[in-house]
């Protein structure tokens, strides 16, 4: 008998970043593709519009005390708050705004997304351009200042939308890379070394535990190799992952978790144009998931209440008609997967 998932009521989502730079479009498609009862709205990212809305830079204007520019590497360490810092941090206030705006009145669950520690490790650069990777003592330090750094922005989200039931996402697609040593350095000729599993483990228990005691969370990848099991220590309540990237390999995990209530957020949809046909058949996109369902021989009663269905990634590459498509289309396939489970 599987345990009750803390995510009834979120038949489908997006992963965060969305095409575009307008953010009051943004919250609209979001929030509007996602009514109804069939899905849960989310804080849109939105990468066009440079860096500071990327994922790594609006991570880094979450930091407390820990501040970050912009070389032409990637994102690296500051002494102080400069302009690319700002920038980030007043992108985030907009897209705060707009949020806002779209949600009046709304009861539900509502998700903001952040880097994990891990991928903002591998891709935050120390003062000699290196990874803060290479350093343990700076990765105890971001992520430290990550979580102090979310804990206020939860609490900013949960102010201005009161009625909402606000869920974290972490998003760690470097993780498996940080776990098997396959990050590469500055250079490019070496790797660095990996990150025992228990400190990884550890560490991601603290960043999600800024959720608070009762919050929801969840951690998502769409690289191959997901780690579930060792997600599922660390506390995280849902794993989101790309469900054309599975393995036999990872079934055994996959069962376990939906038996222990870990939800699934499974990305069956494509996330960009080039790869959406098939979009006109709700029901063939959810087709692979009955079939796993049957392969663990876990009862299809439960499909609905343990699978969020959701695009493969993030839709900062598609087009704006076609991300609205993409986030109506997870809707009604989850409605479809509803309906007929088996």
Known sequence: MSEKSKFSGCPA???????????????????????????????????????????????????????????????RISDRPGRDTRRARSWLGEDLDALEEFTQGYE????????????LAAALELR????????????????????????????????????????LQLDEPSLTAVLLGRVRSASGYR????????????????????????????????????????????????????????????EEAIGEAVEGGTQLFLGVVPSTDAASEGLSDPGGSVMGVRTLWRRLGLNPGTLAESVTITPSCGLAGASPAYARTALAHSARAARSLADNPE
Do not use: N
């Open 108 to 119: 539900g669950l509502l998700k903001v997304q952040a880097v994990g520690p891990w991928t």
């Open 13 to 75: 989502t997006g992963i965060g970043s969305m095409p575009g730079g307008d953010a009051r479009e943004a919250a609209k498609t979001v929030t509007g593709s996602l009514a109804d009862g069939w899905g849960m709205p989310y804080l849109a990212e939105l990468p066009a519009r440079g860096p500071g809305a990327d994922m790594i830079g609006r991570s880094v204007g979450l930091l407390v005390e820990m501040y970050g520019h912009v070389e032409p590497s990637g994102w």
């Open 191 to 250: 790797t660095y070394r990996a990150v025992d599993r228990q400190i990884v483990e550890a560490t991601l228990r603290d960043v999600l535990a800024a959720a608070g005691e009762d919050g929801t969370t969840l951690v998502h990848s769409c690289a191959p190799e997901v780690p579930v099991a060792l997600l599922r220590r660390a506390g995280a309540d849902g794993v989101s992952l790309d469900f054309s990237l599975l393995t036999e390999r990872e």
């Open 128 to 167: 000699g351009g290196e990874a803060m990777l290479a350093d343990a003592g700076a990765c105890r330090d971001l992520a430290g200042s990550l979580a102090e750094g979310l804990r206020a922005h939860l609490a900013e989200v949960r102010r201005r939308m009161p009625g909402a039931s606000v869920v």
